[in-house]
């Protein structure tokens, strides 16, 4: 394992990071050491990041070193070497950054599961208010030309995650900018890693702007106080049941819930859905025709309804969003300090790693390990069914967790993997009981952090 931090090597680093882009900075590295384990830089820049040394773990076998926290600790490693400012929060350190050794951990992720399971029953009919939406949009522009997706799914994603877990839809309170006022948030805390703003900004004053200095906090101050007001009134039952169920502060709460919500549940449906498109759409009609067949199929058996069970017998439909999740997990990278002085075995050999060393598992690789999956950096939709193909979910690591296993209070797994899976099988499910084949083209990257998608064609089902 090599490489030493300097002004130069991190300015390398940076460069190649944006430039090559992730997938090629990382693969670069361990083609270079001929190892899946190496020690590297990570941005972003030195005025954002103290420390930039990493040890990236590549491969399915040591990439599992990071589930571990009895060998890892996660205390304010979320997003990786740096940690936003947290007057972002009302300076206070959301869940995301506890390790799970710290008491607050256990009572909000305990919060987390009681709003889960207390709206479970919203999920289905709120995704089908917001995204029917979505489409009837598309099918309104789309005679006047390519309609792009990224846009439209940000406002339904926002709405979506607010309505089925607080029963409130932010752009009919607030208005049309809701969604906007997340993503200035968002922007604040994830420019360092963004990439490609604008095509009229030059390369070197992005890369000062949002790679080499944290932006103010206080840009996005408006914005977090709409939402803050928007969460305590449409929150208030929840907030309630934090301080009488789960002893947690009305602030805490309060913060945490809009964190859940606004971060970790809709920037990733944010990311996940023109993910789940990119992938549908390069699989081409004759995936979607087995997609119309099943989904059609067993809806109609369930009278005609989407329902959980109807959802539970879509084999191919689930083997599709593991597949995407498995490619492209919207959450890129894990991180986490080593407790102790340990060892990391991968595949071939086996490697000394000090304690307080930070590691840094890069998940598109870790789940292309062409030693686990046949065919690994294709696209196999029906990858995961049957019995040998539900065997390889053990290896599907988006969530911070195998896919086997299931987040509790004393580990680091989302809390919403289980929701993530329902809304993507509702998601593709949704597509084909409304079409019978679509195209779209995938165009470049968004921040560089979501596949910018376009829509050139949809084809109504029908039968309809």
């Given at each position: 394992?090599?490489?030493?931090?300097?002004?130069?090597?991190?300015?390398?680093?940076?460069?190649?990071?944006?430039?090559?882009?992730?997938?090629?900075?990382?693969?670069?590295?361990?083609?270079?050491?001929?190892?899946?384990?190496?020690?590297?830089?990570?941005?972003?820049?030195?005025?954002?990041?103290?420390?930039?040394?990493?040890?990236?773990?590549?491969?399915?076998?040591?990439?599992?070193?990071?589930?571990?926290?009895?060998?890892?600790?996660?205390?304010?490693?979320?997003?990786?070497?740096?940690?936003?400012?947290?007057?972002?929060?009302?300076?206070?350190?959301?869940?995301?950054?506890?390790?799970?050794?710290?008491?607050?951990?256990?009572?909000?992720?305990?919060?987390?599961?009681?709003?889960?399971?207390?709206?479970?029953?919203?999920?289905?009919?709120?995704?089908?208010?917001?995204?029917?939406?979505?489409?009837?949009?598309?099918?309104?522009?789309?005679?006047?030309?390519?309609?792009?997706?990224?846009?439209?799914?940000?406002?339904?994603a926002f709405d979506f995650t607010c309505n089925a877990f607080l029963g409130a839809?932010?752009?009919?309170?607030?208005?049309?900018?809701?969604?906007?006022?997340?993503?200035?948030?968002?922007?604040?805390?994830?420019?360092?890693?963004?990439?490609?703003?604008?095509?009229?900004?030059?390369?070197?004053?992005?890369?000062?702007?949002?790679?080499?200095?944290?932006?103010?906090?206080?840009?996005?101050?408006?914005?977090?106080?709409?939402?803050?007001?928007?969460?305590?009134?449409?929150?208030?039952?929840?907030?309630?049941?934090?301080?009488?169920?789960?002893?947690?502060?009305?602030?805490?709460?309060?913060?945490?819930?809009?964190?859940?919500?606004?971060?970790?549940?809709?920037?990733?449906?944010?990311?996940?859905?023109?993910?789940?498109?990119?992938?549908?759409?390069?699989?081409?009609?004759?995936?979607?025709?087995?997609?119309?067949?099943?989904?059609?199929?067993?809806?109609?058996?369930?009278?005609?309804?989407?329902?959980?069970?109807?959802?539970?017998?879509?084999?191919?439909?689930?083997?599709?969003?593991?597949?995407?999740?498995?490619?492209?997990?919207?959450?890129?990278?894990?991180?986490?300090?080593?407790?102790?002085?340990?060892?990391?075995?991968?595949?071939?050999?086996?490697?000394?790693?000090?304690?307080?060393?930070?590691?840094?598992?890069?998940?598109?690789?870790?789940?292309?390990?062409?030693?686990?999956?046949?065919?690994?950096?294709?696209?196999?939709?029906?990858?995961?069914?049957?019995?040998?193909?539900?065997?390889?979910?053990?290896?599907?690591?988006?969530?911070?967790?195998?896919?086997?296993?299931?987040?509790?209070?004393?580990?680091?797994?989302?809390?919403?993997?289980?929701?993530?899976i329902l809304v993507g099988r509702l998601f593709v499910a949704h597509l084909f009981?409304?079409?019978?084949?679509?195209?779209?083209?995938?165009?470049?990257?968004?921040?560089?952090?979501?596949?910018?998608?376009?829509?050139?064609?949809?084809?109504?089902a029908s039968d309809q």
């Open positions: 394992m090599a490489s030493q931090f300097s002004l130069r090597s991190m300015t390398v680093c940076t460069i190649n990071y944006y430039f090559q882009g992730h997938m090629g900075y990382f693969k670069s590295h361990a083609t270079k050491h001929n190892s899946t384990v190496v020690r590297l830089n990570m941005p972003p820049g030195i005025f954002i990041s103290r420390n930039p040394h990493v040890i990236a773990v590549l491969d399915a076998k040591s990439f599992r070193v990071l589930f571990d926290p009895s060998k890892v600790e996660k205390k304010n490693t979320f997003i990786g070497t740096y940690v936003p400012p947290l007057s972002l929060y009302s300076g206070l350190r959301p869940m995301a950054y506890l390790d799970t050794t710290e008491q607050l951990h256990s009572s909000l992720k305990s919060f987390s599961f009681h709003l889960l399971a207390s709206r479970k029953s919203q999920f289905i009919l709120t995704f089908h208010k917001a995204y029917s939406s979505l489409f009837d949009m598309v099918e309104a522009k789309i005679a006047s030309g390519p309609v792009e997706f990224n846009g439209l799914n940000q406002s339904s839809v932010p752009s009919e309170v607030i208005g049309p900018s809701a969604s906007n006022k997340a993503a200035i948030w968002l922007l604040l805390q994830l420019h360092p890693l963004a990439s490609r703003l604008t095509k009229f900004i030059p390369w070197p004053i992005e890369d000062l702007l949002l790679h080499c200095v944290p932006l103010p906090p206080c840009l996005a101050h408006g914005s977090y106080k709409t939402l803050e007001e928007f969460f305590s009134r449409a929150g208030e039952s929840l907030l309630e049941d934090a301080a009488n169920k789960f002893g947690l502060s009305h602030d805490v709460a309060l913060h945490n819930l809009i964190f859940m919500t606004s971060f970790n549940a809709n920037a990733g449906f944010k990311i996940f859905m023109p993910i789940l498109l990119k992938w549908l759409a390069h699989a081409g009609e004759t995936l979607h025709g087995k997609l119309v067949q099943e989904i059609r199929s067993v809806v109609k058996s369930s009278n005609g309804t989407i329902t959980l069970d109807a959802l539970e017998k879509m084999e191919l439909t689930k083997s599709v969003v593991w597949e995407a999740l498995r490619l492209d997990p919207p959450v890129e990278s894990q991180f986490g300090h080593a407790r102790t002085d340990l060892i990391i075995e991968s595949h071939d050999t086996a490697f000394r790693v000090k304690k307080g060393e930070m590691i840094c598992g890069y998940q598109p690789l870790a789940m292309r390990d062409e030693k686990v999956f046949k065919n690994a950096e294709e696209f196999v939709a029906n990858r995961f069914v049957g019995g040998q193909g539900k065997k390889l979910l053990e290896y599907v690591y988006w969530s911070n967790g195998p896919e086997t296993v299931s987040s509790t209070v004393g580990n680091k797994q989302c809390p919403g993997k289980d929701m993530v009981l409304r079409y019978d084949t679509f195209s779209a083209v995938h165009d470049g990257m968004l921040l560089g952090l979501e596949p910018r998608m376009v829509f050139k064609s949809v084809k109504k």
